[in-house]
């Protein structure tokens, strides 16, 4: 019986193939090549605006749940998830970042981790979201906090800031909408990225765009993602500590699965 070839020998391998294929996409501002992980699935050289209406409705439809994480709300089982993201992010910038500087939280959603900085002091917080739904709903919750429906990315949405957070929303804006262009034009400081390094869509590489901006890699850090066969207790585990010295990805015949998140923390130079 005929077996496919697995596509990836090993992780470097995977991130050179999806580097150099998502710079071909940056370039040209659409997408091109599709993901490898869906490469059989999505047509290449598909212009962006057919992705755009297909993950516009998934953002606003009105049947989607709130994404909160608060206890009541529809998404109370993901909370000590979502608290390790936002611990694993404060963590690295809370040295770095003053309190009354002006924190932009990128597809803010419901605005829970904006919250979370609330809680630890931080005074000047802004979240933008595509979504009305899940602006309108962030609104009522947090008063304090202002919130601004749009597409990042279009310079009529451009919110000024001095540190620009991502919590697993950098893959959302898609390519013709010049993410790091965005980027530069927003963020006068520092931009934080908190995601599990793609490997099911094409991996941006903020290494590259963003030190072609100005930014320069202050520090990453990178831990354990959940692990359903592993338990809670060994999630969000620094690499390099007892019972964490594992691969990376589960490189497999005709997927990849993540194992580890990193968040990185950008400075402008």
Sequence with gaps: MFKRKQRFKSAGNLWAKKTVLGQVNEALGIQVFSSTDSEHTTIPFVNNVLRDFTRNRQYTNHEQPIYDYDKGCDMNHREPWA????????????????????????????????????????????????????IDYAK??????????????????DITCDCMVWFDSISRIS???????????????????????????????????????????LEKRTVTEENKNLGPQDDFKPFGTLHTN???????????HRLFRSVYLFMRV
């Excluded at 932009?104 to 900085?117: A, I, K, P, R, Y």
């Excluded at 802004?126 to 979504?131: K, P, R, S, T």
């Excluded at 390094?197 to 590259?208: F, G, K, T």
């Design 246 to 256: 594992r691969k990376v990805l589960d490189l497999q015949e005709d997927t990849t």
């Design 140 to 157: 009522k919750k947090r008063p304090s906090i202002d919130f601004t429906n749009g597409m990042f990315g279009k310079p009529e949405f």
């Design 83 to 134: 608290q390790k993201t936002f611990n694993l992010t404060y963590e690295l910038i809370k040295d770095y970042v003053a309190l009354d500087d002006r924190i932009l939280d990128v597809c803010c959603g419901s605005g829970w981790h904006l919250e979370q900085f609330q809680k630890q002091g931080f005074t000047n917080l802004a979240g933008i979201d595509i979504d009305p739904v899940q």
């Design 175 to 217: 390519y013709h909408l010049r993410l790091f262009e965005g980027i530069n034009r927003c963020a006068r400081k520092f931009v934080v990225i908190n995601s599990q390094e793609a490997s099911n869509d094409l991996y941006r590489d903020p290494h590259y765009n963003l030190a072609k901006k100005g930014f320069m890699l």
